[in-house]
């Protein structure tokens, strides 16, 4: 399918691995122009970016660096962000900024530094949320609340720019087969044993297993393109078949 994305330009942030990187490879397959952004010093995109984007001036700098590089700018996708397994009681004031940084106020500062680029011929947003941004996770508390944020910032985004040819949409994944999940140290090893707890995320899915990085990533760049024209201030479930409330 063709979806029209040939020569158009866009920032992913998050995109050094995960889901992240997937969109950049996805878009780059449809012959769209990327910069990619993250931590490490260097990334998939045409141009890559690096800096902390939980940090102001870190999301500016991305977008900005892009419109110099490409000379415009098409769409862009939010996808930083992150967590770790942890209590609601056990939640202090830093984490819950770090939190807020990092999964809520990098797609703020990033949508309002590519917003005057986007007014200019139009173009499209995706923000990445989470199924536990439609139903909190007992272990993923201030993440699931900074997602649900993310989805009302979203929707206010869509309904402010809709008449400006600006469409601006969520894609909340499930748990994905993610570095995120699977590395040492990771999601899966903070619950337990590994393998057992991946096998149990994976059994509460309607579908039997986690997410590939690809199958979310696919809906992504849909969103992006021609293909989904008509479709703006909408959440997409990529879960599986499922909201998962406790992990």
Same mark, same amino acid.
């Given at each position: 399918?063709?979806?029209? *994305?040939?020569?158009? @330009?866009?920032?992913?942030?998050?995109?050094?691995?995960?889901?992240?990187?997937? /969109? @950049? +490879?996805?878009?780059?397959?449809?012959?769209?122009? @990327?910069?990619?952004?993250?931590?490490?010093?260097?990334?998939?995109g045409?141009?890559?970016v690096d800096?902390?984007?939980?940090?102001?001036?870190?999301?500016?700098?991305? @977008?900005?660096?892009?419109?110099?590089?490409?000379?415009?700018?098409?769409?862009?996708?939010?996808? /930083?962000?992150?967590?770790?397994?942890?209590?609601?009681?056990?939640?202090?004031?830093?984490?819950?900024?770090?939190?807020?940084?990092?999964?809520?106020?990098?797609?703020?500062?990033a949508?309002?530094?590519?917003?005057?680029h986007?007014l200019?011929?139009?173009?499209?947003?995706?923000?990445?949320?989470?199924?536990?941004?439609?139903?909190?996770?007992?272990?993923?508390?201030?993440?699931s609340?900074?997602?649900?944020?993310?989805?009302?910032?979203?929707?206010?985004v869509?309904? /402010?720019?809709?008449?400006?040819?600006?469409?601006?949409?969520v894609?909340?994944p499930?748990?994905?087969?993610?570095?995120?999940?699977?590395?040492?140290?990771?999601?899966?090893?903070?619950?337990?044993?590994?393998?057992a707890?991946l096998?149990?995320?994976?059994?509460? +899915?309607?579908?039997?297993? *986690?997410?590939?990085?690809?199958?979310?990533?696919?809906?992504? /760049?849909?969103?992006?393109?021609? +293909?989904?024209?008509?479709?703006?201030?909408?959440?997409?479930?990529?879960?599986?078949?499922?909201?998962?409330?406790?992990?």
């Amino acid at each position: 399918m063709h979806l029209g *994305l040939d020569q158009r @330009v866009f920032v992913v942030t998050g995109s050094t691995g995960g889901i992240g990187r997937e /969109v @950049v +490879r996805q878009l780059q397959e449809e012959g769209a122009l @990327v910069a990619s952004s993250g931590r490490r010093g260097e990334g998939p995109g045409d141009l890559h970016v690096d800096g902390d984007l939980a940090r102001p001036g870190g999301p500016e700098r991305v @977008v900005t660096a892009a419109v110099e590089h490409f000379g415009r700018l098409d769409g862009l996708v939010n996808n /930083v962000g992150g967590t770790d397994i942890r209590r609601l009681d056990d939640l202090t004031d830093d984490d819950w900024q770090r939190s807020f940084e990092l999964n809520l106020m990098s797609a703020v500062r990033a949508t309002r530094a590519a917003l005057p680029h986007l007014l200019e011929r139009g173009g499209a947003i995706v923000n990445v949320s989470s199924s536990a941004g439609k139903r909190p996770s007992l272990s993923m508390p201030d993440y699931s609340v900074m997602k649900a944020a993310l989805l009302s910032f979203s929707r206010l985004v869509a309904d /402010v720019h809709a008449g400006d040819g600006i469409r601006s949409n969520v894609v909340a994944p499930g748990p994905t087969a993610t570095e995120a999940w699977l590395d040492p140290g990771g999601l899966a090893e903070q619950q337990g044993d590994r393998d057992a707890v991946l096998a149990r995320v994976a059994a509460g +899915r309607p579908l039997g297993r *986690l997410a590939e990085p690809a199958e979310v990533a696919a809906v992504i /760049v849909f969103l992006l393109s021609d +293909r989904a024209s008509y479709v703006t201030g909408a959440a997409w479930s990529a879960d599986g078949g499922t909201v998962q409330g406790i992990i």
